[in-house]
């Protein structure tokens, strides 16, 4: 099965700085990668997606970059703020009975000082 | 337009009960995924229903737990026996059908506690 890598465990930053968290996946079958942002007790959120016929995607100061032949996906987060401070996670999804599977990283715990 | 309802929020159980848990899916939405999420770790993928379908249960144990998603009414997610190491927040997410997007909308998850 699909095996998601995702590091650092654990990320602080100073307000206004950027922010990188990368993962590597094992399964080429894979071809959909959503990141979710989960803030203490609550839900995940999709906060940007990737699908494999592309490389990078931007959303304002939220960018994902994919590379398929590494099996490797990267978030960047520009000037960071302290809202930003949650745990984020990584996943590489499968394709399923018209949707998609994802497999998630252990996530990663970003704290932004003001 | 309510977002994915989970109830219970909060349950308490003693070893040996059984735990069910019920997912609403957001209006329109026709598929249901369940999740779990250990302390610190990442969410690991259950089981995928359409209604009165089971599309994918490669995450869940083989023995105790059991999932349905009927014509009418909640998604629920069963749990026989429960050990201590049930013990875990449970996420219930839905979506589309798939075309135009493949976002997981996630409910706001179940705390079991195995007492």
């Known amino acids: 099965g699909e095996n998601v890598e995702q590091h650092p465990s654990t990320l602080s930053v100073q307000e206004g700085d950027s922010a990188v968290i990368k993962c590597t996946y094992s399964?080429?079958?894979?071809?959909?990668f959503p990141w979710y942002k989960q803030e203490l007790g609550k839900r995940p959120q999709l906060i940007i997606d990737?699908?494999?016929?592309?490389g990078e995607k931007k959303d304002q100061r939220i960018a994902v970059t994919l590379n398929k032949t590494a099996k490797h996906f990267s978030l960047h987060i520009t000037e960071t703020q302290p809202e930003d401070s949650a745990v984020y996670f990584c996943a590489a999804s499968r394709e399923s009975g018209g949707s998609y599977i994802p497999t998630f990283g252990r996530g990663t715990s970003l704290i932004v000082h003001p | 337009n309510a977002g994915v309802m989970q109830n219970p929020r909060h349950l308490v159980r003693r070893r040996g009960q059984e735990a069910r848990l019920r997912c609403s899916p957001m209006?329109?939405?026709?598929?249901v995924y369940w999740y779990r999420q250990l302390p610190e770790e990442g969410l690991k993928f259950m089981v995928y229903?359409?209604?009165?379908?089971?599309?994918?249960e490669s995450g869940m144990p083989k023995e105790r737990f059991s999932a349905e998603f009927p014509k009418e009414g909640p998604s629920i997610l069963r749990i026989q026996q429960v050990v201590r190491g049930d013990s875990a927040a449970y996420f219930c997410a839905s979506s589309r059908l798939a075309g135009s997007t493949y976002e997981q909308y996630f409910g706001p998850g179940t705390r079991l506690t195995v007492t």
């Open positions: 209006k329109g939405h026709s598929h």
């Open positions: 990737i699908r494999s016929n592309v």
């Open positions: 399964d080429s079958a894979s071809n959909y």
């Open positions: 229903l359409q209604k009165e379908n089971i599309i994918d």
